[in-house]
């Protein structure tokens, strides 16, 4: 089992950068790959960035290419999210999700856990 939180959320403006974190728990942590996904009011739920658990892979959505970088600390059992350059269309509600096979995918149906999620708004 792994439990994921959230955080780093908020108000910014277009342009502006913003890094989440999310803290995971389980001594398995290391093994997984971690993703982010967001969602969007009245929109489905869309993958952003992926690494694999060792950190030499990553994979990104062609809308946060160059802008987002994903990373991890397995020491810490922490990933990360660095958003730079935001925009509006930025704005969702973001979430962290566990892959246990460690597979580098941006299917949401291929993650086994998931956080509750962080804000993220982006005034224009």
């Known amino acids: 089992q792994v439990y994921l939180v959230e955080s780093g959320g908020g108000l910014v403006q277009a342009g502006g950068s913003l890094r989440l974190s999310c803290a995971a728990s389980?001594?398995?942590?290391?093994?997984?790959?971690m993703g982010w996904f967001r969602q969007a009011p009245g929109k489905d739920r869309e993958f952003v960035a992926v690494?694999?658990?060792?950190?030499?892979?990553?994979y990104y959505a062609d809308s946060v290419k160059g802008r987002f970088t994903i990373s991890r600390d397995n020491a810490k059992n922490m990933v990360y999210l660095q958003m730079n350059s935001l925009k509006p269309e930025d704005t969702a509600v973001y979430y962290c999700?566990?892959?246990?096979?460690?597979?580098?995918?941006?299917?949401?149906?291929?993650?086994?856990?998931w956080g509750q999620g962080t804000q993220v708004t982006v005034s224009s």
């Open positions: 999700a566990a892959n246990k096979f460690g597979w580098l995918t941006g299917l949401s149906r291929e993650y086994d856990y």
């Open positions: 690494i694999t658990w060792s950190g030499g892979s990553t």
């Open positions: 389980g001594r398995t942590f290391s093994t997984y790959a």
